[in-house]
C-alpha cells in the first residue's frame, strides 16, 4: 500500500482536490484507490502524531488507522488530506521559515508507515498573497504580531522542500503553483489518484466553474468536444486562451491586504517566488507540475 499525504500549504487549493477525489470515490475504490472521509482520520491521526513524534507506529496503531479509513477493503493507495498535517496557520512562520517543522512533520507522518512507500504533494503560492491570506485563516488580529519579526522577504519555498527531502528522501515530493491550478487540475488529480487514463472523473471542472462565467464555460466545453485535444499541453493552451476572455475578475484578481506593504515590496516577493520555482525543479526527489 502506497500512503499518498496532501500537506496543503494552506491557503491554495482549500481541500477542491479532495472533494473532487471524493466525489470519484466509488470509482476509485474500484482500483484500490481509497480517498476517505477527512472526519473519520483527521483527529485519530492528530492525537497518535503528537504521541509518537516522529516514532513508527505500532501494528496496533497502524490497524486503528486502517479501520477508519477503509472500512476493511483492500487499499493499494491511500489518499489523505489535510491543510494542516505539518501545523496550524499561525505557526506557519516563524524563524524566517515557511513551515518550520515541515520536515519533522512530513518524517512523523512517513513513519505512521514506516514499512510502506509514501508519497508527499504540496500546492505553494506567491508569498505576496501567501502570507496575507494565511494572516486571515489564523484569525490573528494584528498583522506585526502575526509576522513575529520574520522578514517576508527572506522566505522561500524552496528551503522548506530541501527540509522535507532531507527528512524523508525515500519519498517523492510533488509540487505544484496555486495560480496555476485551473490549468493543471486534470493532471493534479490524476497524479493524486493514479487513477487508469480510460476511468472518466466526475467535477473535472469544479474549479473552472468557479472562476469562469457560465456562459465561457459553456463554450470552452463545446469547444473541447468539437475540437478533442491531442494531449495535455493543447488543453492546458484552450483553457487558457477561454480563462484570458471569460475569467470572473474577482475570482482571478487577488487583493493584498498587508499594513505597511508597498508596491515595491510585493513585486519584490513576486520575481523572489518565479526564482525560487527554479530552484525547487532542480532539487533531486521533487516532481513540478507545471503548464
Given at each position: 500500500?502506497?500512503?499518498?499525504?496532501?500537506?496543503?500549504?494552506?491557503?491554495?487549493?482549500?481541500?477542491?482536490?479532495?472533494?473532487?477525489?471524493?466525489?470519484?470515490?466509488?470509482?476509485?475504490?474500484?482500483?484500490?484507490?481509497?480517498?476517505?472521509?477527512?472526519?473519520?482520520?483527521?483527529?485519530?491521526?492528530?492525537?497518535?502524531?503528537?504521541?509518537?513524534?516522529?516514532?513508527?507506529?505500532?501494528?496496533?496503531?497502524?490497524?486503528?488507522?486502517?479501520?477508519?479509513?477503509?472500512?476493511?477493503?483492500?487499499?493499494?493507495?491511500?489518499?489523505?488530506?489535510?491543510?494542516?498535517?505539518?501545523?496550524?496557520?499561525?505557526?506557519?512562520l516563524g524563524q524566517n521559515m515557511l513551515y518550520p517543522?515541515?520536515?519533522?512533520?512530513?518524517?512523523?507522518?512517513?513513519?505512521?508507515?514506516?514499512?510502506?512507500?509514501?508519497?508527499?504533494?504540496?500546492?505553494?503560492?506567491?508569498?505576496?498573497?501567501?502570507?496575507?491570506?494565511?494572516?486571515?485563516?489564523?484569525?490573528?488580529?494584528?498583522?506585526?504580531?502575526?509576522?513575529?519579526?520574520?522578514?517576508?522577504?527572506?522566505?522561500?519555498?524552496?528551503?522548506?522542500?530541501?527540509?522535507?527531502?532531507?527528512?524523508?528522501?525515500?519519498?517523492?515530493?510533488?509540487?505544484?503553483?496555486?495560480?496555476?491550478?485551473?490549468?493543471?487540475?486534470?493532471?493534479?488529480?490524476?497524479?493524486?489518484?493514479?487513477?487508469?487514463?480510460?476511468?472518466?472523473?466526475?467535477?473535472?471542472?469544479?474549479?473552472?466553474?468557479?472562476?469562469?462565467?457560465?456562459?465561457?464555460?459553456?463554450?470552452?466545453?463545446?469547444?473541447?468536444?468539437?475540437?478533442?485535444?491531442?494531449?495535455?499541453?493543447?488543453?492546458?493552451?484552450?483553457?487558457?486562451?477561454?480563462?484570458?476572455?471569460?475569467?470572473?475578475?474577482?475570482?482571478?484578481?487577488?487583493?493584498?491586504?498587508?499594513?505597511?506593504?508597498?508596491?515595491?515590496?510585493?513585486?519584490?516577493?513576486?520575481?523572489?517566488?518565479?526564482?525560487?520555482?527554479?530552484?525547487?525543479?532542480?532539487?533531486?526527489?521533487?516532481?513540478?507540475?507545471?503548464?
Amino acid at each position: 500500500m502506497e500512503l499518498v499525504y496532501h500537506i496543503g500549504a494552506h491557503c491554495t487549493d482549500e481541500d477542491g482536490l479532495l472533494k473532487c477525489l471524493f466525489k470519484n470515490c466509488d470509482a476509485l475504490s474500484r482500483q484500490g484507490i481509497l480517498v476517505p472521509d477527512p472526519s473519520r482520520y483527521r483527529p485519530i491521526l492528530r492525537d497518535m502524531l503528537v504521541s509518537l513524534r516522529g516514532q513508527p507506529a505500532t501494528a496496533d496503531m497502524q490497524q486503528v488507522i486502517l479501520d477508519a479509513t477503509t472500512d476493511g477493503a483492500e487499499a493499494r493507495r491511500l489518499i489523505l488530506v489535510n491543510q494542516s498535517f505539518l501545523c496550524l496557520p499561525k505557526k506557519a512562520l516563524g524563524q524566517n521559515m515557511l513551515y518550520p517543522m515541515a520536515g519533522d512533520k512530513a518524517h512523523w507522518l512517513a513513519q505512521l508507515f514506516p514499512d510502506d512507500p509514501c508519497a508527499f504533494f504540496l500546492g505553494i503560492r506567491n508569498p505576496a498573497t501567501f502570507i496575507p491570506a494565511l494572516f486571515v485563516k489564523s484569525r490573528e488580529s494584528d498583522f506585526a504580531a502575526f509576522l513575529a519579526g520574520v522578514d517576508p522577504g527572506a522566505l522561500t519555498w524552496s528551503d522548506m522542500v530541501r527540509r522535507i527531502r532531507a527528512a524523508n528522501p525515500r519519498a517523492r515530493l510533488t509540487v505544484w503553483c496555486n495560480e496555476d491550478t485551473p490549468l493543471i487540475w486534470p493532471e493534479l488529480l490524476a497524479r493524486l489518484s493514479d487513477h487508469g487514463e480510460s476511468t472518466p472523473l466526475r467535477g473535472t471542472d469544479d474549479l473552472l466553474d468557479a472562476i469562469m462565467q457560465p456562459a465561457g464555460l459553456t463554450r470552452l466545453r463545446a469547444y473541447l468536444d468539437e475540437n478533442p485535444p491531442t494531449n495535455e499541453a493543447q488543453r492546458r493552451r484552450i483553457v487558457a486562451a477561454f480563462l484570458d476572455k471569460y475569467a470572473l475578475p474577482d475570482a482571478i484578481d487577488e487583493e493584498i491586504d498587508a499594513p505597511g506593504w508597498t508596491e515595491d515590496l510585493v513585486e519584490h516577493l513576486t520575481e523572489r517566488y518565479e526564482a525560487d520555482l527554479t530552484a525547487i525543479q532542480a532539487i533531486e526527489g521533487v516532481d513540478v507540475i507545471t503548464p
